[in-house]
C-alpha cells in the first residue's frame, strides 16, 4: 500500500466468548442500515466526539462509521485516522502521489482492484479509487485481511498499509484523539478512590496477558472478561460474582445520563437479562478487558459501532 504521507471451562467464560459472536452479529446488523435493516444509533454523529464532528467531513464521518463495521473488530477510528494522516479527508489539493497513489484513501490502483468488490452502498459502479465510498470499504477490507478482524494486531494492519513505524504511530495517536469518549466530562474528572486505581493499576499489570475461555489468573494461567475484573476487583478488597451477568446484577448501577468514571464496569450484550461482557473502564472513553480467544488483556475504546453496550456499574467498598 502507498501512502501520500510517505512511500516506504465455566459458565462465565462462556459468557465473554460468546460476546465476539454477539459482536459480529451487530455489525452485521449496521451494515445492513444502507439497505433498510435496522440501524445502530451509535454510527450516528451523536455517539461521537466533538473532535472527530468538528474535523471530519460529515459525508466521510458517516462513510468511516458504516464501513468499519464491516471488518468485526475494527474501530471507526483507525479508518478516520487513516484518511487524515494520507489526505485530511479528501481535502488534499491534488490526491495524487509521486508514487501514483490516488484518491481520498490513496491507494495504488492495482492495490485499491483487490479490495473494491462488492460496491458498497452510494459507492460508484464500476468502483474507482477516486470515489469516497469505494476508497473507504476498499481500505476497512485491506485492514481487515492485515490482522484488524476482531482486532487481532491493528498494529500489523496499519503497517500494511503503509510500512512506516511512524505511521503506525502517528495513525493510532490521532484514532485516540478522535477516540474521546462523547461523554467526556468538559471539566476533569475526579480522581480514582483508592479502591480503583487499586483496581485499575491491577488490571493494567496483566497487560499482555493472553485470553483463556475459564481463567481466572490462577500461576500458568490467564483470564477470561469476567475473571479479570473479579481478580481487579479482589486486589482491592472487593469481592465480585464470577460470572459477568451476576458482577452486574450485584453492582449498583451509573444512571445512563451520569459520565463514567475510572473504575466503573461496563457491560454488554443482547439484553440485560443475556449480559456476554464485562470490561473495566479506565477514563477517556478507555477500558481494560480480556475480550475473547486469541487476543490479550489490552486496553481499547469502550464504545464502537455494533458494541451491544448496555450500560455500566460502580462496585461500591
Known amino acids: 500500500m502507498e501512502s501520500a504521507a510517505a512511500r516506504a471451562g465455566t459458565a462465565a467464560a462462556a459468557g465473554c466468548l460468546a460476546a465476539a459472536f454477539v459482536l459480529i452479529a451487530a455489525a452485521t446488523a449496521v451494515v445492513s442500515a444502507t439497505t433498510g435493516g435496522l440501524f445502530d444509533p451509535f454510527t450516528g454523529t451523536a455517539g461521537t466526539s466533538a473532535t472527530a464532528r468538528a474535523d471530519i467531513p460529515p459525508r466521510m464521518l458517516t462513510l468511516y462509521q458504516q464501513a468499519a463495521p ?3 473488530g475494527l474501530p471507526w477510528t483507525i479508518l478516520a485516522a487513516i484518511g487524515k494522516v494520507e489526505t485530511d479527508h479528501g481535502r488534499a489539493p491534488t490526491m495524487v502521489s509521486t508514487a501514483g497513489a ?3 484513501m490513496q491507494f495504488l490502483p492495482d492495490t485499491f482492484d483487490q479490495y473494491a468488490q462488492p460496491v458498497p452502498p452510494g459507492g460508484a459502479n464500476p468502483p474507482t479509487p477516486w470515489d469516497p465510498a469505494d476508497a473507504v470499504y476498499a481500505a476497512a477490507r485491506l485492514l481487515c485481511d492485515n490482522g484488524a478482524r476482531d482486532a487481532r494486531d491493528l498494529h500489523a494492519a496499519i503497517y500494511a498499509y503503509n510500512h512506516a513505524d511512524w505511521y503506525v504511530t502517528q495513525v493510532l495517536a490521532q484514532a485516540h484523539q478522535y477516540a474521546q469518549a462523547a461523554d467526556q466530562q468538559t471539566t476533569p474528572a475526579p480522581p480514582p478512590n483508592q479502591a480503583t486505581a487499586t483496581a485499575i493499576a491491577f488490571a493494567r499489570s496483566k497487560t499482555g496477558t493472553p485470553y483463556e475461555w475459564g481463567g ?3 500461576p ?8 479479570l475484573t473479579q481478580a481487579a476487583y479482589a486486589a482491592t478488597g472487593i469481592t465480585l ?13 451509573v444512571p445512563d445520563t451520569a459520565p463514567l ?3 466503573d464496569l461496563v457491560f454488554y450484550g443482547t439484553s440485560l437479562a443475556n449480559i456476554t461482557h464485562v470490561g473495566l473502564y479506565v477514563g477517556a472513553g478507555q477500558m481494560i478487558d ?6 490479550t488483556v489490552r486496553t481499547e475504546p469502550y464504545r464502537h459501532p455494533g458494541d451491544h453496550y448496555v450500560g455500566a456499574t460502580r462496585p461500591a467498598p
Open 70 to 72: 464491516t471488518c468485526p
Open 102 to 104: 490516488v484518491g481520498p
Open 290 to 295: 480480556a475480550a475473547h480467544t486469541g487476543t
Open 216 to 218: 481466572t489468573g490462577e
Open 261 to 263: 468514571l475510572p473504575g
Open 241 to 253: 460474582p464470577r460470572v459477568a451477568q451476576d458482577q452486574y446484577d450485584a453492582t449498583p448501577k
Open 220 to 227: 500458568g494461567h490467564g483470564y477470561d472478561c469476567s475473571g
